[in-house]
């Protein structure tokens, strides 16, 4: 069993639709991290996050470190949205590997 | 802020012939880049944690003497595919952590290079 889950695996949208991709982790982190990769294979850090919530534009993170778990909300969906969402976390004690989910494909359709 | 420039970003290249992928971060001075693989329709999985002037730090399975990491900068590391095989073939990322103030560091990601080993 991976270390860091990701669902759903593909997930389709029609443009404007509310997504949510989330993340199950099973062991103890020091942060969790939201990466977006785009077709052409290159990574967009999105949101480090050790607790609580963040946003940035349509863009929503939270995570509970209590369940170990994270989502990732996008608002308002847009087909230029479409990629791969990838969860990595890192572990505690000073630790500065990161542990990567499978990624979730997102495709929105205009 | 905080780019890393990977280069070249796809290479084909012939079984046997070796192949050397550069990261260098642009704006910033990394002491620390990590070298990851992903095959396709996998997650990214750590090769080495290359660290400046000194040895890189190879994950379990990955091959010393086949991946060469040398980080002779606080800008530039590289890494070599020697002898390259077809099951080589893969995609290649760096990152490197740049410093984002009040004591917290990020991560930050080149662009990758898709190597195609004939």
């Known amino acids: 069993k991976n270390e860091v889950e990701q669902s759903p695996q593909n997930l389709t949208a029609q443009e404007g639709e509310f997504i949510t991709i989330n993340c199950s982790y099973s062991?103890?982190?020091?942060?969790l991290h939201w990466l977006q990769q785009h077709p052409g294979g290159g990574i967009v850090s999105l949101f480090m996050l050790s607790s609580g919530k963040k946003k940035h534009g349509r863009l929503i993170a939270t995570i509970n470190i209590q369940e170990k778990h994270s989502s990732l909300h996008i608002t308002a969906s847009h087909p230029r949205d479409s990629a791969v969402y990838i969860c990595a976390v890192r572990g505690q004690g000073g630790s500065e590997k990161l542990v990567f989910g499978k990624g979730t494909k997102l495709t929105v359709n205009p | 802020g905080a780019v890393v420039s990977q280069h070249p970003s796809w290479v084909i290249c012939k079984s046997g012939t070796s192949v050397k992928i550069e990261c260098r971060s642009l704006?910033?001075?990394?002491?620390?880049m990590f070298w990851y693989r992903q095959f396709p329709k996998q997650s990214l999985m750590l090769m080495a944690t290359?660290?400046?002037?000194?040895?890189?730090?190879?994950e379990q399975g990955v091959e010393k003497d086949k991946f060469l990491i040398n980080h002779a900068s606080l800008t530039l590391s590289t890494l070599t595919v020697t002898s390259a095989h077809p099951e080589d073939s893969s995609f290649y990322i760096c990152?490197?952590?740049?410093?984002?103030?009040?004591?917290?560091?990020?991560?930050?990601f080149g662009s990758g290079t898709r190597l195609t080993v004939v």
């Open positions: 704006d910033f001075q990394a002491t620390t």
């Open positions: 290359s660290n400046e002037g000194s040895k890189a730090t190879y």
């Open positions: 062991v103890g982190i020091s942060a």
């Open positions: 990152s490197a952590r740049p410093y984002l103030g009040g004591g917290s560091y990020g991560y930050t």
